[in-house]
């Protein structure tokens, strides 16, 4: 379904939980946008944050009419996305993350993409900034551009363009929400990637260009990544039942390569007839996957040098205004990304065996209210 005319009014909503560290340099941006002629409001959406967000939030508020702070007392992203659809009186939504920045015609190149290409929801790339200083946050946005670790998916290059699956965060017209449904509220990480195959479901396009300009500011530590990256790996097979179209095989790739290492170890040390072949295809996994993640770091070095190359040739260049060539990485972050990869694979692939495992739990509980509650 294709959508012709201008959008007449946006609403941007951002929501936020405990995101004292993040939300001013987000703010700072979005109220640097330009909205000249555009009928707008911007709906922040508390999680019931208590590490001082709000009190940044109101210090925002006291100098701008148009921004507004709604409630969530459900607490989850996913929660705080409906409450501001819901609650926004714009034709195009702007859902935005608070550990993000945006260009300054952000919102004005998504309505000239959704006008020229009828999609339903356009998008950028998700360019990855580190999130604070040293090697270890420098190595952990080095992977989110490569597509070992990550899976490579279209939103992630820097250069892609044209319809596609997901787009990161999403620009939405109104009238999708009326036929594709809210968003999934038990989700808390792949929200937007079940609710983007419901909408191509039901007849709609998403778009992704360059044009759109945004800067996703990663997680700092190895913890907080593999927390990160659990959730995903666990959200994509707890909840597959429900949407078994959502993920694509990209997205089993960590799971079929984790359980198979464990397969074979236990093979190795409980299944003596099979304890030599075992051990073969177990060492010949692993290093297959070692020579990958040398490959790959490889590449991303030399991805970044060129990078560093061009901005240094033409301040004006593509890659420059994308900041992936601005911001130096180190030596000590190079060294770094193979230990980044196997955290990014073996906290999703297990994140994922620990969802398929739990389904059964999940069913009874699904059955048992369902007794309880019979229609």
């Known amino acids: ?104 015609d952000y919102v004005k190149r998504c309505l000239e993409v959704m006008e020229n290409t009828g999609a339903a929801n356009v998008g950028g790339p998700a360019i990855a900034l580190p999130g604070g200083a040293g090697a270890m946050a420098g190595a952990i946005s080095l992977a989110h551009h490569s597509s070992f670790g990550l899976g490579g998916g279209e939103f992630r290059d820097p250069d892609a363009e044209g319809f596609v699956e997901t787009v990161w965060p999403g620009c939405y017209r109104r009238e999708v929400f009326a036929k594709a449904g809210y968003i999934d509220e038990r989700r808390s990480r792949t929200e937007d990637l079940e609710f983007n195959s419901r909408l191509r479901a039901a007849g709609f396009t998403i778009y992704l260009s360059p044009r759109i300009m945004a800067w996703y500011y990663c997680r700092t530590t190895l913890g907080e990544t593999w927390r990160q990256r659990w959730a995903d790996g666990y959200e994509i097979t707890r909840f597959l039942p429900d949407n078994p179209a959502a993920p694509k095989l990209r997205h089993f790739v960590p799971l079929a390569f984790v359980a198979s290492l464990i397969l074979f170890a236990a093979l190795a040390v409980f299944v003596p007839g099979l304890q030599q072949l075992a051990m073969v295809v177990l060492f010949a996994e692993l290093a297959a996957y070692l020579l990958a993640s040398v490959f790959f770091t490889i590449q991303s070095y030399l991805r970044s040098k060129v990078h560093q190359d061009e901005s240094s040739a033409d301040t004006g260049s593509k890659h420059s205004n994308l900041e992936l060539s601005n911001r130096e990485h180190g030596l000590g972050s190079i060294a770094l990304l193979p230990i980044v990869f196997a955290t990014l694979h073996f906290s999703y692939g297990l994140g994922s065996i620990w969802g398929l495992a739990s389904l059964p739990y999940w069913a009874l509980r699904k059955q048992k209210r369902e007794l309880q509650n019979p229609e």
Request: overall charge neutral.
């Open 1 to 104: 379904m294709a959508f012709v005319g201008k959008a007449t009014s946006v609403s941007i909503i951002i929501p936020v939980r405990n995101e004292a560290g993040h939300i001013a340099r987000c703010l700072d941006s979005v109220l640097a946008l330009d909205l000249d002629g555009i009928e707008h409001e911007i709906l922040v959406v508390d999680g019931m944050s208590d590490d001082g967000t709000i009190g940044v939030v109101e210090r925002y508020q006291a100098r701008r009419a148009d921004l507004k702070i709604i409630p969530n007392p459900r607490k989850g992203v996913a929660a705080a996305r409906n409450i501001g659809i819901k609650a926004a009186r714009g034709d195009v939504l702007v859902l935005m993350d608070a550990h993000a920045r945006y260009a300054p």
